[in-house]
């Protein structure tokens, strides 16, 4: 709840649908996973995709993200996000 702040399930689909209509070939590649504390998992990823909107069609952009995933009911879910390093 505190990684989701104000921030509703029809916000977050209009967010994600904003984005991705302005970029093209999207990838996720897993390149880490380690256990965090408290029983809970970092997933180090990275991002690939090319922009189509009006300022950078054609630019490719790759990002490195570092999810922290804790376990609740059964289900992993984001606690936080911050830039791997």
Do not use: H, M, P
Not at 19 to 30: E, G, S
Not at 45 to 72: C, F, H, K, P, R
């Amino acid at each position: 709840a505190s990684f989701q702040g104000d921030l509703t399930c029809e916000d977050f689909v209009l967010e994600a649908e904003d984005f991705t209509a302005k970029l093209t070939d999207y990838v996720v590649k897993i390149s880490r996973v380690t256990e965090g504390g408290g029983g809970s998992v970092i997933v180090q990823t990275t991002e690939s995709y090319t922009g189509t909107g009006a300022d950078d069609t054609g630019i490719e952009y790759e990002d490195s993200w570092a999810y922290v995933l804790v376990e609740q009911d059964g289900k992993w879910l984001i606690d936080n996000l911050t830039d791997a390093e």
